[in-house]
């Protein structure tokens, strides 16, 4: 059948809807396409005055007609009546006016379908056709929100949109332009934006490119660098990263190779710290409340000898793209042993003699170790295999009270030992102490509660510890091998202080030992019970 330049006529007065052959010249045909298999026919629209009340009218004859003609020939589909403004402003004057309009109908190949036919408005903006709305107020709405939203986009002032010019049309519903179309369409008409594939992190732009391809291919790569080769790893981004066709800001967009540079970026987040003197790392960490294990990790060969002037990273650069990477591992790790304590009266309180040592045991522990950008964040056990069971160990601890430093008068020998050499003149000159030899590392105990009034190098006497007792008295303990007191330290009568030794002027392992009164040499052998 040759709907092509069939001519129909519809009669209001009569309410039919007639068919008839027209002029071929008369029809406006599209070039007929193969594929959407489009014709158009002319409609002549008689409206006597009588009978047309409102457009709506017209507009509901024609989609009768449209159901009917579709039913008839089965495989007819108006998908379109299209309405020149001025002939539409012509029906609408129908009811004043008995007239004939010639309405265009595009009749498309197909499946009948509800035919929902409406009045719509085609919005030209600046010259520019934006799109087939419904509603004038709800677009007029639109135009002011893109318009803000450019104004936002760009971070400058831009002109309103201007120039409305809206054309009537009857349309079916489905070819409204939905807002998202009548935003693009708005958009595209300023240069200073461009459609391309944009890249968000979260709601921020980071970049935008015109390939779907590279931003696709970037955000792979910068996965990618987190990889490690041979571990199984789930790698991820830390916000919710999407790829939209959209309208950006021309400065955000791209080349295919400048996406990942984009997406490797720094944001401004790193902050440096220059080396003032007597800085420490300690020190630095402590006033930007990190912990110097925070300061080595995020400073590369970083130690801790420092320099005045030596600039260091307190905050890293953060990537404008965090990824989070987890994977499993398997590691052996040592479960400590409990001590059982056992209270002594007679060991000094704060010491303790270990009676029996325990040993650790043994576990495997499967892991899920987290990072953000390479820098581990978190591990969660995922589960534990006991290899072998600590063995607890058995510890003395002291319970006696502490000691108050005040001397009893009577003093004990400090060490075991040979005495080889004890007071008095020896050969060509004067000794002023007592010398017990034992081997080094034998303990030396205080002769009596006092406090340590020295305790250090000094000369000949090598490792000398010196603690007075009150009334002028003082002890001289010289040549230890170790040192285990402090310079104010209060020690009591017993106490271990030192261990033997052979430092300074000494020709064997041995302790010399000085009694003092009032700076004066005493013989020790008159003070030891
Ligand atoms: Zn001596």
Known sequence: MAIRGDFLKYSLKTGRLDFEVADAMTCKTKTPNKRNKI????????????????????????????????????RFNIRRIICAAEKLAFVRKVATYSFATVITAVLVFGSVSAIDLRLANEAIINGHPIGVIADKKSFEKLLIDVHSSLETTLGKQVDSFKNHVYISRLVFKKDLSSDYKLRQNLLSTFDEVSQAYAIYAGDRLLCATFEEQSAMGALDRVKAQYAKEGVQMTIDFAEPVTVRKEFVPIGYIRSAEGVFSALTESSEDSQKYTIKHKDTLWSIAREY?????????????????????????????????????????????????????????????????????????????????VSINGDEVERNVKSEEIISNPVGGVVKIGAKAPPTGIASGRLIRPAFGVITSRYGRRSRDFHTGMDFANPIGTPIVAADNGTVEFAGRSGGYGNLIKITHGNGMETYYGHCSAILVKQGQKVSKGQQIGRVGNTGNSTGPHLHFEVRKNGEPQNPQSYLN
């Open 39 to 74: 014709a158009v026919v002319e409609l002549e629209v008689n409206c006597p005055k009588t009978k047309v009340k409102t457009y709506s009218h017209l507009e509901k004859k024609l989609g009768e007609f449209a159901m009917s003609f579709s039913r008839n020939n089965g």
């Open 289 to 369: 409340d990190m912990t110097v294990d925070d300061l080595i990790a995020i400073n590369d060969n970083l130690t801790e000898i420092i320099h005045d002037g030596d600039v260091i990273l307190i905050k890293k650069d953060k990537p404008v793209l965090s990824v989070r990477t987890s994977y499993i591992a398997t590691s052996e790790e040592p479960i400590p042993y409990d001590n059982d304590e056992v209270k002594d009266d007679n060991l000094l309180a704060g010491n303790t003699v270990v009676i029996k040592q325990g040993t650790d045991g043994k576990k495997n522990v499967v892991e899920e170790i």
